[in-house]
Nanobody, 119 residues
Framework: QVQLVESGGGLVQPGGSLRLSCAASGSIFSIYAMGWYRQAPGKQRELVAA???????NYADSVKGRFTISRDNAKNTVYLQMNSLKPEDTAVYYC?????????????WGQGTQVTVSS
């Protein structure tokens, strides 16, 4: 099992920045990728950014150039640096970890952290 604990959410003004953190614990040896998803009220959950164990990254088009995902393997932690925040970034952000036990995949989720961008 994998436990994910998110932190760093909060209220910021448009144009501001936040840094989200997600610390993984438990059976972390087989984590293939970690990422961030978000879900706004009335909207479907969407991928924001992800990073694989090999360092490859993937971003939603809406956040490219503004958000950066990174990881600290020694701390089993993934970060999401969010700059130039917009009101449309307001959502609950969920940390995700994908565990691969060949040939199967398992997803683990954090409880979510609220990000609100408003003046």
């Amino acid at each position: 099992q994998v436990q994910l604990v998110e932190s760093g959410g909060g209220l910021v003004q448009p144009g501001g920045s936040l840094r989200l953190s997600c610390a993984a614990s438990g059976s972390i040896f087989s984590i293939y990728a970690m990422g961030w998803y978000r879900q706004a009220p009335g909207k479907q959950r969407e991928l924001v950014a992800a990073i694989t164990s090999g360092g490859s990254t993937n971003y939603a088009d809406s956040v490219k150039g503004r958000f950066t995902i990174s990881r600290d393997n020694a701390k089993n932690t993934v970060y999401l640096q969010m700059n130039s925040l917009k009101p449309e970034d307001t959502a609950v952000y969920y940390c995700n970890a994908r565990v691969v036990v060949t040939p199967r995949e398992y997803d683990y989720w954090g409880q979510g952290t609220q990000v609100t961008v408003s003046s």
